[in-house]
């Protein structure tokens, strides 16, 4: 099991912050988040984005903005549960919360901090009617171990990075590989729309341009799509897999179920306070809570992420007291030990 | 310094009669969002910048309205539910050129 002072669900801008202030309060910080990566929807969605209202920063990539944050956090050693999603809460004797995922890892804290962001990222799926039935027997959003799908027959959909860089993939894995997208243009980064481009001359992958699948097809399990063209009509391709491929979308997910106070898809917080949620002990900051005048921007985060880092120390630390200290006088100092300080000559020139 | 009347029909059929400013640097999406006319989470999810489509909407009339960026079209050509006549309300700023838009705002799509 993992344990730590304050169990972070949600590794974006404003959990991955929260974990400097923890850190300054000698905090020990522990964050899950249902990507593979840090960063949340700066790292997921826009990464190439810039970002103008970050104060000292007049422009930030949102990829940038989310390396800065990793490099002020490392002092702090955060631990780090990627690629799972917090599934289940339990409140123990000890008053402490056990946090587990939907692969079972455990994460017990004192303190937990929904820094959700606009919820998890699931798979967009395509509207097309008795899809569910279809899922997991040969129907996959998310394509895990590559080698499921040696020497079968694969259909990708999509037009994104994703579906050209799996259909680039699987043209060395599949017995046959088909990528359906609805335009004859790819919204891909060009080295692999040109890749694609070369395997379909070549033969490794068909393209069927200018077409939707329509409908899913088979007994309990994918035999064959419908596919609606828009010059050539209707017509039918077997497969053994269908792979669609349109991006994520965010949902607010198994938190929804936690007990939480929600309002609008939103966890409401104490806000004139600490934006503690009516379960004491649980925190949510960004853009997860909301309360009167709300404002979902980062900068916003930041300052959430601060004060309730402040809450939370009493709770982990109850009867000690702490005063709030300015990293210019007293510099940053991390969990190995090191410091990082203004010079005395410095410091003595301003005094 | 004045408003524009448009007609947004919203996800479940319902006919709002709009006045929206054109002083306001405002688009489609966030003046749906302003009146409430979708749950919030379901439009506007990336902020503004045509990388989800969740503000798509139908264009029902006649209006002249500012030609399609490489970004909407591409985020188009991904998203579900699209038609001839589909924009993403994001990209479409609030100007007094759209006086007596209809629009209709494009279904959720489930994920």
């Known amino acids: 099991m993992i344990k730590t002072d304050i169990l972070i669900i949600g590794a974006g801008p404003v959990g991955m912050f929260a974990v400097f202030e923890a850190g300054l309060l000698k905090l020990h910080c522990h964050l899950i988040d249902a990507l593979a990566q840090p960063g949340g929807q700066c790292s997921e969605i826009y990464p190439k984005k810039p970002i103008y209202d970050i104060p000292g920063y007049p422009e930030v990539l949102a990829g940038e903005l989310i390396d800065n944050l990793a490099e002020q956090i490392k002092p702090f050693e955060p631990g780090y549960t990627l690629g799972e999603r917090a599934e289940t809460i339990e409140k123990l004797e000890d008053g402490t919360f056990l946090v587990t995922t939907n692969k079972g890892t455990e994460h017990n804290a004192p303190v937990i901090f929904i820094a959700g962001g606009l919820g998890s990222f699931e798979p967009r799926k395509p509207p097309i009617p008795g899809i569910a039935n279809y899922e997991d027997n040969g129907v996959e959003y998310i394509i895990r171990d590559p080698e499921v799908y040696r020497d079968k027959r694969v259909v990708i959909a999509g037009g994104g990075d994703s579906a050209l860089d799996w259909s680039i993939f699987l043209a060395d894995v599949a017995s046959e590989v088909s990528l359906v997208h609805r335009r004859n243009e790819f919204r891909g980064a060009l080295d692999s729309v040109e890749k694609v481009a070369e395997l379909a001359k070549l033969g490794k992958i068909n393209m069927i341009t200018d077409a939707e699948v329509k409908e899913i097809h088979g007994n309990g399990k994918v035999e064959s799509l419908g596919i609606k063209h828009k010059t050539d009509g209707d017509f039918v391709k077997e497969t053994d897999h269908f792979i669609p491929l349109f991006g994520l979308s965010p949902k607010l997910g198994p938190i929804g179920d936690w007990g939480l106070e929600i309002v609008k898809n939103a966890i409401v917080v104490n806000n004139a306070l600490d934006y503690q949620t009516n379960i004491p002990g649980v925190f949510a900051i960004g853009d997860v809570n909301t309360y009167p005048g709300k404002l979902k921007l980062i900068l916003c985060g930041f300052h959430e992420a601060t004060i309730a880092v402040q809450y939370a120390y009493n709770i982990i630390n109850p009867g000690k007291r702490y005063v709030m200290k300015y990293t210019t006088v007293n510099g940053v100092t991390g969990f190995d030990g090191e410091t990082k300080k203004a010079e005395a000559a410095v410091v003595k020139s301003i005094g | ?111």
Not at chain 2, 71 to 87: G, I, P
């Open chain 2, 1 to 111: 310094m004045s408003d524009v009347n448009i007609k947004i029909t919203d996800r479940e059929g319902v006919v709002h009669d709009i006045q929206a400013p054109t002083d306001m640097a405002m688009n489609i999406m966030e003046v749906v969002r302003a009146y409430e006319l979708a749950p919030e989470g379901t439009i506007g999810i990336c902020g503004g910048m045509a990388m989800c489509a969740s503000c798509q909407c139908y264009v029902l009339s006649d209006h002249e309205l500012p030609e399609m960026g490489i970004d909407e079209d591409m985020m188009l050509a991904e998203a579900f539910y699209v038609e001839d006549n589909s924009r993403l309300g994001c990209q479409i700023a609030i100007t007094p050129e759209l006086e007596g838009l209809e629009i209709e705002l494009a279904p959720e799509s489930e994920s």
